[in-house]
């Protein structure tokens, strides 16, 4: 499951070099996102339940809808935290803290994005496992 492990205190206190570092982490973060996403739609979709269980399609249906919800979202979230990174470059010819201040505030918002979408996402999975716990067909 995503988790977000590296935090060295606010972006004020990072120069540029240290925020493309957690934009680097971030895309990391979103490509384990990504590879999960492909694996649960597919085990969701796989013919390996019970057929005895009550509305177990209509919930199947639903987590699966869950999860192209999340996985737009994390589309969009990867969109800008590339549109931020293309603007990091303008940084470089601030000439004043509140120019700098900006770009600051920026990074914090996408990172608080990414924590709850990673946050999100993580819910989602354990929901998902709980529901599925004992719903597994048993081979014999």
Not at 35 to 48: K, N, P, R, T
């Amino acid at each position: 499951m995503a988790t977000l492990t590296k935090y060295s205190g606010s972006a004020n206190e990072k120069n540029l070099e240290e925020l493309i570092d957690d934009i680097r982490d971030w895309d990391k973060q979103l490509q384990i996102s990504s590879d999960e996403m492909a694996f649960l739609g597919q085990f969701i979709s796989a013919d390996i339940f019970r057929q005895d269980i009550p509305n177990l399609f209509e919930n199947l249906f639903s987590y699966s809808n869950t999860l192209n919800i999340l996985k737009s979202e994390k589309i969009e979230l990867h969109q800008a935290i590339s549109n931020h990174k293309n603007d990091l470059n303008g940084m470089l010819e601030c000439e004043d803290i509140s120019c700098e201040t900006f770009y600051y505030k920026q990074h914090e918002k996408l990172e608080d994005r990414l924590l709850k979408f990673l946050s999100d996402f993580n819910d989602y999975q354990t929901e998902l496992f709980k529901f599925c716990t004992n719903k597994l067909r048993m081979n014999a």
